[in-house]
């Protein structure tokens, strides 16, 4: 018998605002609408980041007011 691969569902993908890491040498970043705050710092070396974009799968976060809610408004 054969055995063949079944092909895999394609992952859809769009452009997406990330934080990314000022540090060289770096590689932290994270969502836009994953953070907790307004300007993120790095979780690995604790340096401020910038915004930017990435082409990233498609991932929905349920809680759209993330930001405001860990500053308890």
């Known amino acids: 018998m054969y055995y ?3 092909k895999e ?3 859809p993908v769009e452009m997406t605002a990330v934080w990314h890491c000022t ?3 770096c590689n932290g970043w994270m ?3 994953f953070a907790f705050e307004e300007v993120p710092t790095c979780h690995f070396c604790h340096t401020p980041m910038v915004s ?3 082409e990233l ?3 929905v976060n349920t809680r759209e007011i993330q930001k405001s809610v860990s500053k308890g408004k």
Do not use: I, T, Y
């Open 52 to 54: 930017g974009m990435r």
């Open 4 to 6: 063949s691969k079944k």
């Open 9 to 11: 569902a394609e992952v």
């Open 31 to 33: 969502r836009d609408n």
């Open 23 to 25: 540090q060289d040498g």
């Open 57 to 59: 799968p498609v991932l």
